[in-house]
């Protein structure tokens, strides 16, 4: 096997921002193959704008310090199209066009992304109309990376800036590392969720800085995955994160089952909704740890789901019934947010063995934005519900366990916002145990 690097220069690439370099950049993935595999290299100093690239088994593409992997803004260049549910509510035979890909792979082995260089996703050039807070963008734009029924991956090091749509999708893969890894999108960008795990196995997630307007990590299990079975045994570790939905997101989409699953030793900030399970399809999510979190979540436009909750767990029948989930814990978790906790379900017997462990909410107001309310998208019957808020609110659960839990109100006593009541109110819960619970009425 030859063992040198083949560097897309030499097959032709310009790297000057403008040409369209995916020939070249594709023939010096296709000889490495060839060639027995091994590393591909986007040097220094460039930017190469490319639409489709298509990785094979063996081979590591590597980004070098100062180089730029550029998607391009010419539809007619991306060679690679599949029907997704991403923004056709999870259905795929109701999207309209398929989705475009930038980088992929399919069924391959061994597959690598690394390297101190940029992925520059292009999201600006499918930019329609710019709506305050929040973009217009084109139907059909593409994934930044999306890899196909994989094994053993790693993506490793580099910075994927701009997506125009989800920034890294792994769905049907095994075996995958997703290892330090900086992401930084447009805030306003809708539907550039970080990092999404779709019916994979064996699954790392750790040291990643993520910055994005959509969930930051979404673990899930789409509609057309489905034949790749289940989502189980991942791990998600020392991750920073920053978005304008669901920092941490199990679901929406739960066409087959997802089990065990520990999130530990992340931080959240500046989000609209952190540590978030949202049972909106017929599937069932078990065994999942959320353990020493950091979580600080605000209020934010209402077109990006989420309502301020550092902990939300739903099951609402957004499609063909709910979901249901067993055996959830959440332990150390420190949070200040401008919502309470939410746990609720429509439908009893949904959410059962639940359990908030030195849990500390301590509710504030600093956005400047009025509360009040529950954010229940997704939902059939619309988004915003006015409602009082609890420092925790549970409903319609089975199974809970509160232990050494607490509620602080941050504003003084006396001027505290008018929605502000009840530090825990639980509704219809059966079998609800607690100790060492610590909080008091905010309107005294």
Known sequence: MDTSNFTVTVFGAVGDGLCNDTAAVQSAIDARHAAGGGRVVIPAGGTFRCGTISLRSGIDLHLEAGATLQASPDDATYTVRRQTGGLAGGSPHDDPEPSTMFITAENCHDVSITGQGTIDGGGRFFIQANLGDIHEMTHVRPYTVFLIGCERVTIRDVTVRDAAYWTVRLSGCRSALVDAITIANDLKLPNNDGIDIDTCQRVRITNCDIVTADDGICIKTCQESKEFGECSDVTVTGCTIVSRSAAICIGS?????????????????????????????????????????????????????????????????????????????????????????????????????????????????????????????????????????????????????????????????????????????????????????????AQL
């Open 253 to 441: 989409e739960i066409a087959s089952p997802i089990r065990n699953v520990v999130v530990s030793t992340c931080v959240i900030s500046d989000s609209h909704r952190g540590l978030a399970l949202k049972l909106s399809e017929p599937g069932g999510v078990h065994n999942v740890l959320f353990t020493d979190i950091v979580v600080e979540t605000r209020f934010f436009d209402s077109r990006f789901w989420g309502g301020g909750e550092p902990i939300y767990l739903s099951s609402y029948p957004w499609r063909g019934g709910s979901g249901t989930a067993r055996n959830i814990r959440f332990h150390h978790i420190l949070a200040r947010s401008e919502n309470g906790v939410l746990v609720r379900s429509e439908e009893p017997g949904c959410i059962s063995g639940l359990v908030l462990s030195d849990v500390r909410v301590e509710i504030d107001r600093w956005s400047g934005e009025p509360g009040g309310f529950w954010d229940l998208m997704p939902h059939p019957a619309g988004t915003r519900v006015d409602h009082e808020t609890s420092g925790i609110h549970l409903e319609r659960l089975t199974d809970v366990r509160l232990d050494d839990c607490e509620v602080v109100w941050a504003q003084p006593a006396g001027s505290r916002d008018a929605d502000l009541e009840q530090a825990l109110t639980v509704v219809d819960v059966d079998d609800l145990r607690t100790t060492g619970f610590r909080g008091e009425s």
